[in-house]
């Protein structure tokens, strides 16, 4: 599709906000300018036409299919950076994000994931289902790069060894400040999408396999949000929880939706010599 190029020059305009902050860190200059923030809500914009364009040509939330969901999942990255770090002055999560951005958009341009689906709406409840989770998600990688931000400054405070990054990383306060507020809005979000998903008309039983490991995501953002205050845990635990939580995440959503009956990426239109009906069967690749 063209709205493709869409996506293409947003990945392009996150690698040179992510070649800048590298940069920058290594030459222990300022992260963020009004240039580079400028340059991180033009990729944005971009991203946001690109979501637009392929839900226009699809009549519906671009929700379809793996690449579309990795683009929304940036989107929501991008999204929540770009209310988070003025706010709190945090700007130089930036130079975080837009790393994870541009490698997330980029292995979905190059793996051949935008397979086209057939045609079936998929209904107000399913769209908010689907929404929610995935900003959701989006919203606990933010909270992961903060993490690794504060696990960044105690590493170097511990080894009482300050290079360039630790003067250009926030005060470990503020850190969690950030990190407990995008997790407090990552898990009602999150929350929120689960309980759509019970009210998703159905013509089969539940998909058990896609319920029992989207209750056991629910489970990790709750662990990570009120371990530290139950049970007392450090903070920089805490910290560590976040990261490897998004990670097990990242790594787990394709398999999951793989082994899942209702949630399958190969669903491809079938071809105009084809004279079977398409199926009825709509492909779901989120929580």
Not at 94 to 100: H, I, K, N, Q
Not at 141 to 160: F, S
Not at 175 to 192: D, G, N, P, Y
Request: proline share 6%.
């Amino acid at each position: 599709m063209v709205d493709r190029y869409w996506l293409i020059a947003a990945t392009v305009v996150y690698l040179g906000s992510a070649a800048w902050g590298a940069f920058a860190l290594g030459a222990r200059r300022a992260t963020s300018t009004p240039w580079n923030d400028s340059v991180l809500l033009i990729g944005f914009i971009l991203n946001s036409i690109f979501l637009y364009e392929r839900g226009k040509a699809l009549g519906q939330c671009p929700l379809t299919n793996l690449f579309e969901v990795v683009a929304f999942i940036n989107w929501s990255l991008v999204l929540t950076y770009l209310a988070i770090g003025p706010v709190y002055r945090m700007s130089i999560l930036g130079a975080f994000t837009a790393p994870l951005v541009f490698l997330l958009n980029f292995l979905a341009l190059v793996v051949p994931v935008d397979v086209p689906v057939s045609p079936h709406h998929l209904g107000w409840t399913l769209e908010a289902h689907a929404a929610l989770t995935l900003i959701g998600f989006g919203m606990l990688g933010v909270a992961a790069l903060a993490g690794l931000m504060y696990l960044i400054q105690e590493h170097q405070v511990k080894r009482r060894s300050l290079d360039n990054w630790f003067y250009s990383l926030p005060a470990m306060g503020r850190l969690e400040t950030v990190h407990r507020l995008v997790l407090k809005w990552a898990f009602l979000l999150f929350s929120i999408g689960m309980l759509f998903g019970f009210f998703i008309p159905r013509q089969t039983a539940f998909d058990w396999v896609k319920v029992f490991w989207s209750a056991f995501v629910w489970l990790v953002y709750a662990v990570i949000l009120l371990a530290p205050r139950l049970v007392h845990m450090s903070r920089k635990k805490a910290a560590w929880l976040s990261v490897t939580g998004y990670i097990f995440l990242l790594l787990t959503f394709w398999g999951i939706n793989s082994l899942s009956q209702d949630h399958r990426f190969n669903n491809p239109v079938p071809a105009p010599s084809n004279p079977a009906p398409l199926a009825t069967r709509h492909q779901e690749v989120f929580p």
